[in-house]
């Protein structure tokens, strides 16, 4: 067996990867640590439409999702009335493990091979480049030799510290920039839910968003879900499990769905996860091995949602590599920096941009996330970008206009608006990558971004 790639994970983005490197004519091996019969991630995931399109990636099927594709969000604190609202917004609802499973029916279709229950335990290499990985199936170790690997596990994966010390991939991690989340779909009683919406306490058919949720510190979010049609009310929370004193998810969510709620029946669909929120790394190649999702930091800084980058991300590398290894080119850094170049001049950059507005959003008090929202000094069209993974920032008369509102409660809340105006600092340095591989010139570049990030307060 020495397909031309293996691919370590069978996420969602890497298993675009592999259905668009075996469409494109070259032998892919997947290898997942699970079992076929129990896999599949049971979060749910709200994704914007447009890269569906754009990436020609798998739309999902009515099955595969929750909720209608248009809904409202509103953003609120506690004790606040009305909140941020976006009106319409289309997006998908999806459960992930029957999204997947179809993933894994459309990758065999195009010739892609899985082998199930089998965990990557280390690479092969020849002190220059990666040429393939180790296997454990069924106690048995084995060499898998390919032309390609292409990394597309979890962000905590323990192979991910077996990776070559020749590669250049900087996993740094701070212990704050984790996020714990769960994210459930009930069965309700109808009947005392729709008491509920008419006496005013519960809003249907929006996504209802509560931050800097009390006794679960600033930087939490509590999301509920209501769809009176179907009888179902999704339920969703997070919060920095180090933070010491404060509420676990599951505690914020058992203590809504028992004692604010009351009326839900049956849990019919969920799960939780420890989810990285930092900028993408860096670099996403060396000789011989790519990265991608969660394994390279993909999940977006301010709202968690790993699922759409991971997409692209697998399209962008599926793209490169297909290019190189038909072309019968080596792997190389330089060959396959076009992926690199690709993701971090898009989504690395708007991701960028959001890790330095989350560094700051976590220094803010409860209080003051709920002053945030009472000012009005979170602006829907910033919500807006966020959810369609764009670019948000501060022009000098929008600043000019946030600072007046932010008056009233002086603090910590002049400094967002301060630092809000920088963010685009970052997300230019990061749309200016370097468009071909020179290794001086990208450690100039790498030095210039942990010099932002320093200068931000934010490294």
């Known amino acids: 067996m020495k397909p031309d790639v293996v691919i370590i994970g069978a996420g969602t983005g890497g298993l675009i990867a592999a259905l668009k490197m075996a469409r494109e004519g070259l032998d892919v091996l997947v290898m997942e640590k699970s079992s076929?019969?129990?896999?599949?991630?049971?979060?749910?995931?709200?994704?914007?439409?447009?890269?569906?399109?754009?990436?020609?990636?798998?739309?999902?099927?009515?099955?595969?999702?929750?909720?209608?594709?248009?809904?409202?969000?509103?953003?609120?604190?506690?004790?606040?009335?009305?909140?941020?609202?976006?009106?319409?917004?289309?997006?998908?609802?999806?459960?992930?493990?029957?999204?997947?499973?179809?993933?894994?029916?459309?990758?065999?279709?195009?010739?892609?091979?899985?082998?199930?229950?089998?965990?990557?335990?280390?690479?092969?290499?020849?002190?220059?480049?990666?040429?393939?990985?180790?296997?454990?199936?069924?106690?048995?170790?084995?060499?898998?030799?390919?032309?390609?690997?292409?990394?597309?596990?979890?962000?905590?994966?323990?192979?991910?510290?077996?990776?070559?010390?020749?590669?250049?991939?900087?996993?740094?991690?701070?212990?704050d920039d984790a996020v714990h989340a769960i994210q459930e779909l009930w069965k309700i009683n109808p009947g005392p839910a729709r008491e509920m919406v008419s006496q005013g306490s519960l809003t249907p058919n929006e996504m209802v968003f509560f931050m800097g949720v009390p006794g679960a510190g600033p930087f939490s979010t509590f999301m509920y879900q209501l769809d009176l049609d179907q009888e179902v009310v999704a339920l969703l929370a997070g919060c920095k499990p180090q933070n010491p004193g404060v509420l676990s998810p599951r505690e914020l969510i058992d203590d809504f769905k028992d004692n604010s709620l009351g009326f839900c029946t049956e849990k019919i669909y969920g799960g939780g996860r420890a989810i990285p929120m930092r900028q993408s790394l860096d670099n996403l190649v060396d000789n011989g091995i790519a990265i991608l999702g969660d394994a390279a930091f993909m999940a977006s800084p301010a709202n968690g949602s790993g699922t759409t980058p991971s997409m692209v991300a697998g399209a962008q590398c599926a793209w490169t590599v297909a290019k190189v290894l038909n072309a019968g080119l080596k792997p190389?850094?330089?060959?396959?920096?076009?992926?690199?170049?690709?993701?971090?001049?898009?989504?690395?950059?708007?991701?960028?941009?959001?890790?330095?507005?989350?560094?700051?959003?976590?220094?803010?008090?409860?209080?003051?996330?709920?002053?945030?929202?009472?000012?009005?000094?979170?602006?829907?069209?910033?919500?807006?970008?966020?959810?369609?993974?764009?670019?948000?920032?501060?022009?000098?008369?929008?600043?000019?206009?946030?600072?007046?509102?932010?008056?009233?409660?002086?603090?910590?809340?002049?400094?967002?608006?301060?630092?809000g105006a920088k963010i685009p600092i970052i997300t230019r340095h990061y749309r200016n990558f370097p468009g071909e591989y020179d290794p001086e010139t990208f450690t100039l570049w790498r030095q210039r971004t942990n010099k932002i990030l320093k200068r931000l307060d934010v490294s």
């Open 332 to 419: 190389t850094r330089k060959a396959l920096w076009g992926y690199n170049v690709a993701f971090q001049t898009g989504l690395g950059a708007t991701f960028a941009g959001y890790y330095v507005a989350h560094r700051i959003f976590t220094t803010f008090s409860e209080q003051e996330v709920q002053n945030l929202i009472r000012h009005k000094l979170i602006d829907p069209r910033q919500f807006k970008n966020v959810h369609d993974a764009k670019p948000f920032g501060v022009d000098p008369l929008q600043g000019l206009g946030l600072f007046m509102k932010a008056l009233p409660v002086m603090g910590a809340l002049i400094g967002f608006v301060k630092h």
């Open 36 to 175: 076929e019969d129990h896999y599949g991630n049971t979060w749910m995931n709200d994704l914007d439409l447009h890269p569906f399109e754009k990436y020609d990636l798998p739309k999902p099927l009515p099955e595969e999702l929750a909720f209608p594709i248009d809904r409202n969000i509103r953003a609120n604190a506690n004790g606040v009335e009305g909140g941020v609202i976006i009106g319409n917004i289309p997006n998908y609802a999806l459960k992930m493990s029957l999204y997947q499973k179809r993933l894994v029916s459309l990758c065999r279709e195009a010739g892609v091979q899985f082998v199930f229950n089998s965990r990557a335990t280390g690479f092969l290499e020849d002190g220059k480049a990666v040429t393939g990985i180790l296997v454990e199936d069924g106690g048995v170790s084995k060499d898998i030799p390919a032309r390609m690997v292409v990394v597309a596990c979890g962000a905590f994966a323990p192979i991910l510290k077996k990776i070559p010390e020749f590669c250049d991939f900087d996993f740094h991690f701070r212990p």
